[in-house]
């Protein structure tokens, strides 16, 4: 006679090895199956650094100027808008809508280094370019050394 005996505290086959995997696939599913306009986005951004300024680019696709706020106060520059869902007439069933609809908002200190008053905007096919340029101070400069 034979007989089959689980142990308390052992991993069974269903466990192991692909219960985690299993968690992810139920996680990205839930997300995916989410409304576009339940899910929060935010832009991505690009800095970049010379020794004359900073350069921040934004990608704001779908962004209208108008939606568009960029302030700095007391050292933090702040970017803020919305990306206005288009009510236009769909042909056919769509089956999955992913892009995300809604407010966002972005806030990045800016080091002492940054001359706030000469700080200029450019928004150009949905991308944002803010040229934070450096105040002279900061800007590193050669010592000229002489003998004697």
Do not use: C
């Amino acid at each position: 006679m034979s007989s089959l005996i689980r142990r308390s505290g052992l991993p069974t086959f269903e466990d192991f090895p692909f219960s985690n995997l299993r968690l992810f696939e139920d996680t990205l599913n839930r997300f995916f199956d989410q409304p576009a306009s339940a899910r929060p986005w935010s832009p991505s951004v690009d800095i970049a650094e010379n020794e004359n300024e900073l350069t921040l680019t934004a990608d704001l696709p779908g962004v209208k100027m108008d939606d568009l706020d960029i302030k700095i106060e007391e050292g933090v520059l702040t970017l803020s808008g919305a990306r206005k869902f288009e009510n236009e007439e769909k042909k056919g069933n769509y089956h999955r809508i992913e892009r995300a609809y809604g407010s966002f908002h972005r806030a990045f200190s800016l080091p002492d280094t940054i001359d706030a008053d000469k700080v200029q905007a450019r928004f150009d096919n949905g991308v944002l370019r803010v040229t934070l340029p450096k105040k002279e101070v900061a800007r590193p400069r050669s010592i000229k050394v002489t003998v004697g």
